[in-house]
Antibody
Framework: QVQLVESGGGVVQPGRSLRLSCAAS????????MHWVRQVPGKGLEWVAV????????YYGDSVKGRFTISRDNSKNTLYLQMNSLRTEDTAVYYC?????????????WGQGTLVTVSS | EIVMTQSPATLSVSPGERATLSCRAS??????LAWYQQKPGQAPRLLIY???TRATGIPARFSGSGSGTEFTLTISSLQSEDFAVYYC???????????FGQGTKLEIK
């Protein structure tokens, strides 16, 4: 079945870095755009970044631009999010999610999320 | 940046009744609008895309309408499993990106 499994979350100090991974299975990973979306527990959804199916284009939300980098390895069916210069306000559950198309449309498959806590 | 505004923030409805949720965009998004349902402790689930097309496996009691800046999600006869938080999302603007509304909590009256 179609599945996205995030890993790499945890507790990190402000100013440090963390890399999230998302392992995809059950579909042709290289045919879909992929997103990261985050959610502070008890709050709403915030889009973080998207990467197109072939990795040719990447776009970011304003709050993470210049600090986070989305990437993918289609040979490993894996999506990544490199998070640098972390701030306390980056604390959230991070969801890996599949676009319904190759680029940027709606999101049809979501992982279960990984919690990132930025705290000293 | 396109801002998505959902109303009301909380909606109290009795089971079996109809629920109507609204989403407004700060500028036209054509019909590039999706709706999601999220239950506590779960990831969101896609309900509607293209403003009015039900996603795979979504019951017919869920329907979406609207275009441009005004959109509506209607649940025709509420079931117990429908009480959740609902988000709208646009994907129309350039550069390509996504914006979510702040959510509407649908609770049992």
């Amino acid at each position: 079945q179609v599945q996205l499994v995030e890993s790499g979350g945890g507790v990190v100090q402000p100013g440090r870095s963390l890399r999230l991974s998302c392992a995809a299975s059950g579909f042709t990973f290289s045919s879909y755009g992929m997103h990261w979306v985050r959610q502070v527990p008890g709050k709403g959804l915030e889009w973080v970044a998207v990467i197109w199916y072939d990795g040719s284009n990447k776009y970011y939300g304003d709050s993470v631009k210049g600090r986070f980098t989305i990437s993918r390895d289609n040979s490993k069916n894996t999506l990544y999010l490199q998070m640098n210069s972390l701030r306390t306000e980056d604390t959230a559950v991070y969801y890996c999610a599949r676009d319904r198309g190759q680029r940027t449309t709606e999101i049809d498959i979501w992982g279960q999320g990984t919690l990132v806590t930025v705290s000293s | 940046e396109i801002v998505m505004t959902q109303s009301p923030a909380t909606l109290s409805v009795s089971p079996g009744e109809r629920a109507t949720l609204s989403c407004r965009a700060s500028q036209s998004v054509n019909n590039n609008l999706a709706w999601y349902q999220q239950k506590p402790g779960q990831a969101p689930r896609l309900l509607i895309y293209g403003a009015s097309t039900r996603a795979t496996g979504i019951p017919a009691r869920f329907s979406g309408s609207g275009s441009g800046t005004e959109f509506t999600l209607t649940i025709s006869s509420l079931q117990s499993e429908d009480f959740a938080v609902y988000y709208c999302q646009q994907y129309n603007n350039w550069p390509p990106g996504v914006t979510f509304g702040q959510g509407t909590k649908l609770e049992i009256k």
